[in-house]
């Protein structure tokens, strides 16, 4: 392992201004979003939908410093026959390699679930790193509920999480480590805060057990946040302080950079909460996004499946995609969406 170079990555990772396009929808999660959009779920449609977000050069260029794709996206070309991951590259951005293979239900742990995917994965991080990945990302998935989550679930999500960063770093690829504490449930946001602070300091822990560098790595949590459901929605700064207070105690300052999943909130919600947080200053790592649904959301409704659209899509993608990278330096502001508009 070259931690010199895999904090290189990490760094830029997380560049000011920058943040990460979490394009790694499974076959089954990117069938849901077309589903949505009306548009149908096939090889081609997938690349051209992927392929139209890469080719956005105003939003890839200025704004994204990494894509994490899917495995069938990692192999796929674009329609004129250049491989999608060299689109990536050729924007400067890096692209990366969601490399868990989805949950499990968790014996003995009614309604948890455990991630799984680490049998062969050395072998599997050797290809990746050939086609170019640079990183990786594993999320594990906590769900909050009457008497969940169990100690049980927690400690053995946080110990497959840590195995697979140290099998990144020694693939010379930077792990993401990523575990979402959901926000499907009606728990109002200090539940939210007590059950990350637990998963987050079992996480530390294994990752220290298993001898990963903090320096080549890359924290993607969730925000303390209600639960969507809750009738007690907490309000900006509520969520930023909070967040930012979990943070400080749970996460070293040996880790580059965190970089937030959207998890199911709106839009201008992830954006506006990643700004505020800026904005609080004073932070030891770097806080930026890696959003999925909260910023291809309006592109794939701009879009539609239509190669019409293509131009529509692509300014749809860089809006939200310089909203989020003002936000990551703390200088967005709620008017310059509707400037936009
Ligand atoms: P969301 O931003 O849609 O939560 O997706 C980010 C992600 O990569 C979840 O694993």
């Keep these: 392992m070259n931690l010199t170079d895999l904090n290189k990555v990490a760094l830029a990772m997380v560049t000011p201004g920058k943040g990460i396009l979490a394009a790694d929808e499974s076959s089954g999660t990117i069938?849901?979003?077309?589903?949505?959009?009306?548009?149908?779920?096939?090889?081609?449609?997938?690349?051209?939908?992927?392929?139209?977000?890469?080719?956005?050069?105003?939003?890839?260029?200025?704004?994204?410093?990494?894509?994490?794709?899917?495995?069938?996206?990692?192999?796929?070309?674009?329609?004129?026959?250049?491989p999608l991951v060299k689109l990536i590259e050729?924007?400067?951005?890096?692209?990366?390699?969601?490399?868990?293979?989805?949950?499990?239900?968790?014996?003995?742990?009614?309604?948890?679930?455990?991630?799984?995917?680490?049998?062969?994965?050395?072998?599997?991080?050797?290809?990746?790193?050939?086609?170019?990945?640079r990183f990786a990302k594993w999320r594990a998935v906590i769900d909050i509920g009457a008497g969940i989550p169990s100690m049980t679930a927690i400690s053995v999500n946080a110990h497959a999480l840590a195995r697979y960063a140290a099998l990144c770093q020694n693939a010379q690829i930077v792990p993401i480590v990523e575990p979402e504490v959901l926000m499907d449930g009606d728990h109002d946001i200090d539940r939210c805060y007590d059950v990350t602070q637990r998963v987050l300091n079992k996480t530390f822990q294994e990752l220290r057990v298993q001898?990963?560098?903090?320096?080549?790595?890359?924290?993607?949590?969730?925000?303390?946040?209600?639960?969507?459901?809750?009738?007690?929605?907490?309000?900006?700064?509520?969520?930023?302080e909070k967040t930012i207070r979990l943070l400080k105690s749970c996460v070293p300052a040996a880790v580059p950079g965190i970089a937030f999943l959207s998890g199911g909130q709106s839009d201008e919600e992830a954006t506006a909460h990643l700004d505020?947080?800026?904005?609080?200053?004073?932070?030891?790592?770097?806080?930026?996004?890696?959003y999925g649904r909260a910023l291809q959301a309006a592109p794939q409704k701009a879009w539609s499946g239509k190669t019409d659209n293509v131009p529509a899509g692509q300014r749809a993608f860089s809006h939200r995609a310089r909203m989020n990278g003002l936000a990551s330096t703390g200088k967005w502001a709620a008017g310059l969406e509707k400037q936009a508009a």
Excluded at 276 to 290: Q, V
């Design 276 to 290: 505020a947080m800026n904005k609080i200053g004073g932070l030891p790592w770097r806080l930026t996004f890696s």
């Design 90 to 133: 050729e924007s400067g951005a890096i692209p990366g390699i969601k490399v868990d293979e989805g949950t499990q239900a968790l014996p003995n742990c009614p309604g948890e679930l455990v991630t799984v995917g680490l049998d062969k994965l050395a072998e599997r991080l050797k290809k990746y790193y050939e086609r170019g990945a």
């Design 211 to 240: 001898r990963v560098a903090l320096e080549g790595m890359v924290l993607k949590p969730n925000m303390a946040i209600a639960g969507k459901k809750s009738p007690k929605q907490a309000s900006v700064q509520e969520v930023a």
């Design 31 to 82: 069938k849901k979003r077309f589903d949505a959009i009306r548009v149908e779920s096939t090889e081609d449609n997938r690349r051209d939908y992927r392929e139209m977000l890469f080719r956005s050069q105003e939003a890839m260029s200025k704004y994204i410093s990494g894509v994490i794709l899917y495995d069938e996206t990692i192999w796929q070309n674009a329609k004129d026959g250049t």
